[in-house]
C-alpha cells in the first residue's frame, strides 16, 4: 500500500506525508506501525529536517479564512504548465492547487471563485504582482472593498505560507513530471518547439498532473502539522476547530457576505500582514512573476482542435490514474503515431 501510495505522489517522503496520504484514501494506520514500515523501505533516510530549521518570527492572523496566499507554480513552464494554487494563512489549509496550459488571468479567478464556493471567502488575499492575479483582486475589492488590503500585493518573499508548500510540492509532484519530460527531451520523442508534440504533451499529461495536484491537495490537507502548539493536528482538523472557535464569538467564517471587520483583531498596517520570517526555505526564485505562455493553437493543424477527433482519441488513451508504470510515456507515443496516421505525416 505505502509504495502503491508513493508512486502516487509522495516519493520518498517520510512518516507524516504518509499519515497524511493514507488519511486521505480513508486508510488508518497505527504510528508504530506505518514508522516500521518506513524503516524497512528507507534503512538509511535522511537526517530530519529539523535539525537544521532556522528560527522564525511567529506568523499570525487571527481567524480561519483571515488572509488566503496565492501565487503560482512554474516548475514546469518550459513545458506550458503552470500550476495555480492558495492556501488559508491560519490552518495551512490548502484551498485550490490546478494545473493550467496557460497563465491567463480567468484561470486563476475561476479556480479562485471555486474555493470561494467550497471554503468561504477569505477577508484578505496576499499576492504577488503577476497580471494572472488581477481578477482575484477585482473581486475580493468587490466582495470585501477598497483601501482595507483586501488584496495584499508584495514580493513573492513575503508570501512564505505557499512558497513554503511549493517546495514539497515539488519535492513529491511537480519534479516527477519534470524528469519525464527531460526523458522524453533525450530520446527525441519531445521537441519543445514542435506545436504538435506541446499539443499533445498536454493533452496525455495535464489530466494527470491534475490528479496528482488533488492527491497531493489531499495529502497535504490530512497530514499532521510538526510546528510547536498545533499538537500534530491537520491542516483540516485546525480549519474545523477555527471555524468552532470564531463561530463562539459571534463570527460566521462560512457567510461570505458578512461584516468581517471583526477579522481585522488590530490589525494597523497591511504591508507586513500574514509574512512569515524566515530564512530561505528554498532557492531564490528567478523568474518573473509577469509569466506569458503564447497560444499555440493558430499553429496546429486545424483538425487537432475538432471536439469529436479529441473525443475519440480520449476513449483510446483515458488519463491514467494513479499513473501507469511508465508514467503515460507509451500513451504520449501512440498519441503521436495516432496524429502522425491522421495526418499522413
Not at 124 to 143: A, I, S, T
Not at 174 to 199: A, C, G
Not at 224 to 235: A, D, E, F, V
Not at 293 to 315: G, K, T, V, Y
Amino acid at each position: 500500500m505505502i509504495l502503491d501510495v508513493r508512486r502516487m505522489g509522495t516519493g520518498e517522503a517520510g512518516e507524516r506525508c504518509l499519515t497524511g496520504a493514507l488519511t486521505a484514501l480513508g486508510v488508518s494506520v497505527s504510528r508504530a506501525k506505518l514508522r516500521a514500515a518506513v524503516r524497512e523501505l528507507d534503512p538509511f533516510p535522511l537526517p530530519p529536517r529539523w535539525r537544521s530549521q532556522l528560527q522564525r518570527r511567529t506568523y499570525y492572523v487571527p481567524f480561519v479564512n483571515s488572509l488566503w496566499h496565492l501565487d503560482g507554480h512554474h516548475k514546469l513552464i518550459r513545458w506550458r504548465f503552470v500550476v495555480h494554487g492558495c492556501i488559508d494563512g491560519k490552518t495551512r489549509t490548502v484551498t485550490f492547487l490546478k494545473a493550467h496550459s496557460d497563465n491567463k488571468e480567468t484561470s486563476v479567478t475561476a479556480c479562485f471563485k471555486d474555493a470561494i464556493a467550497k471554503w468561504g471567502a477569505p477577508s484578505r488575499v496576499r499576492g504577488d504582482y503577476g497580471g494572472e492575479n488581477l481578477g482575484v483582486k477585482d473581486l475580493m475589492e468587490r466582495l470585501r472593498g477598497v483601501g482595507r488590503g483586501s488584496f495584499i500585493q508584495g514580493s513573492s518573499t513575503h508570501n512564505q505560507r505557499i512558497e513554503r508548500l511549493w517546495v514539497d510540492l515539488q519535492r513529491l509532484t511537480t519534479d516527477k513530471y519534470r524528469r519525464v519530460f527531460e526523458h522524453l527531451e533525450s530520446q527525441r520523442m519531445l521537441d519543445i518547439t514542435n506545436p504538435i508534440h506541446m499539443w499533445a504533451l498536454h493533452f496525455v499529461y495535464l489530466p494527470q498532473l491534475n490528479e496528482a495536484l488533488a492527491f497531493f491537495t489531499n495529502l497535504w490537507n490530512n497530514h499532521p502539522i510538526r510546528t510547536p502548539g498545533l499538537k500534530n493536528k491537520s491542516p483540516l482538523k485546525l480549519r474545523t476547530e477555527g471555524i468552532l472557535e470564531a463561530r463562539s464569538r459571534g463570527i460566521e467564517i462560512m457567510d461570505n457576505f458578512s461584516n468581517d471587520s471583526c477579522l481585522d483583531d488590530g490589525l494597523r498596517s497591511f504591508a507586513q500582514y500574514g509574512v512569515d520570517f524566515v530564512g530561505q526555505t528554498r532557492e531564490r526564485r528567478d523568474d518573473d512573476p509577469h509569466v506569458h505562455i503564447e497560444a499555440i493553437d493558430h499553429l496546429l493543424p486545424e483538425c487537432l482542435l475538432n471536439a469529436s477527433l479529441q473525443s475519440e482519441w480520449r476513449a483510446q488513451l483515458p488519463p491514467s490514474w494513479p499513473p501507469s508504470d511508465d508514467f503515460g510515456i507509451l500513451a504520449y507515443g501512440r498519441l503521436l503515431e495516432l496524429i502522425h496516421a491522421h495526418l499522413c505525416l
